[in-house]
């Protein structure tokens, strides 16, 4: 092949290039240009030593659930569930009127048997606050926890009924 061949194909490959990145930018922003989702919370019950649930999951931005349930769950495995719209958003009103800086570290009991509760509280993607509940602690942060708590065992139960079989 000539020099003048090699130049050719490298002219139509360039051309080529700068043809496709306009529609390469596009494909990368999508549509409607979708937030990255980011970790919102992440709540985690710990085993003890009767039946207690044992579980944890990641709330992102977007609602999206991250689930790992492991014992005395509706639902021991790995899932992907979402609040909806009204949950999310009650979700995020309800850890703006928690305060979580305020929060102590930990709470915790002279027992060995009883569970933890982590609630780990990000903003912008990043961790800001992380509370290690077992025993005592403000009645705000019982109540969002029972409240997430219920809601989360809620849509695992609902996951593991939709995964059994149909007849």
Known sequence: MTNTGMGMDSLLLKLGLLLALPLLVACAAGPA???????LLHFQKTPCLGR???????????????????????????????????????????LEALQAMPLQDAYLTQWSDMPSTYTTFYQNGKETKRVKHQ??????????QEKLHQKLMQLAEAEAQRRLPRY
């Open 33 to 39: 240009q979708q937030q990255v989702a980011l970790p």
């Open 52 to 94: 207690c649930p044992s579980y944890e999951a990641t709330v992102y931005t977007n609602g999206q659930i991250r689930y790992k349930g492991y014992e005395h769950t509706a639902l021991s495995d790995t899932a992907t569930m979402v609040f909806g719209k009204a949950d999310l958003d009650a979700l995020k009103t309800e």
């Open 135 to 144: 025993e005592g602690g403000p009645e705000a942060l019982l109540q969002f």
